[in-house]
């Protein structure tokens, strides 16, 4: 395992468990997804400080808080208080997030990028991709897209991971697939030259104490702050 991504989760007491498919898109309509992503990220920091051998972790900025100045200082600004070694905190963006205003994310990713963050782009092979614009961007992996591990009997879904990963190779970043659920799956990954996947293969979300006691040779115990989805490499 070579990093865990932080993933929000909301518990009600009043009407139990909401779905993040919900709750994320009523705070990107409503302008309060910046408050969800500096709550992750605090509590993402706590965790790192918490553990004996911190495990990187990666978290998602919305194309709200990827245009913003404000909120990406508000990060920059929390990082650095905590003392922690950029390289343990990945952002992970979409380029549909970048849409909105292209040259001002580029410019946010470039100043997490000048402090040491690493980049990735995530849904990759879903969006607008082309080289041109990708090797412009401060990015350091490229996350393909869970959708094309539906359907790996698909003699078009190898060949088409194959151009993928071929694409990172070529720009010179790390290519990870997502959705990897079976040996099936990560047998095709293999095969078409990856060298890192996500899924549930390896691990379904769970909270940072859980992932502690799920990792041979770690004796850590950390509070339960934050679910964490596992990435395999």
Not at 25 to 42: C, D, P
Not at 154 to 177: F, Y
Request: glycine fraction near 6%; aromatic fraction near 4%; charge should be negative.
């Amino acid at each position: 395992m070579v990093r865990a991504e932080a993933l929000a989760r909301w518990k009600s007491p009043v009407i139990g468990e909401i779905m993040p498919t919900r709750f994320i898109e009523v705070a990107e309509e409503s302008g309060l997804i910046a408050n969800i992503t500096l709550a992750v990220l605090k509590q993402a920091i706590a965790a790192l400080k918490s553990w004996k051998d911190p495990i990187p972790l990666s978290i998602n900025l919305s194309g709200h808080d990827l245009i913003s100045d404000q909120i990406i200082s508000q990060i920059i600004a929390q990082v650095q208080a905590s003392e922690l070694d950029p390289a343990l905190l990945e952002f992970e963006v979409t380029e549909t997030a970048m849409m909105a205003d292209t040259h001002k994310a580029s410019s946010n990713m470039l100043r997490l990028a000048a402090l040491g963050h690493p980049l990735a782009l995530d849904d990759f092979g879903t969006g607008y991709s082309n080289f041109s614009y990708l090797r412009t961007l401060p990015i350091s992996k490229l996350k393909v897209d869970r959708s094309f591990m539906k359907d790996v009997s698909d003699p078009m879904t190898e060949k088409i991971l194959h151009s993928l990963v071929g694409m990172a190779r070529t720009l010179g970043v790390d290519c990870l697939l997502e959705g990897v659920e079976d040996e099936i799956q990560l047998v095709l990954a293999k095969r078409v030259g990856t060298h890192m996947v996500q899924g549930y293969l390896f691990g379904i979300p769970m909270t940072d104490g859980e992932l502690l006691t799920s990792l041979a040779g770690q004796d850590a115990v950390a509070e339960d702050v934050v679910a964490l989805d596992a990435v395999n490499g």
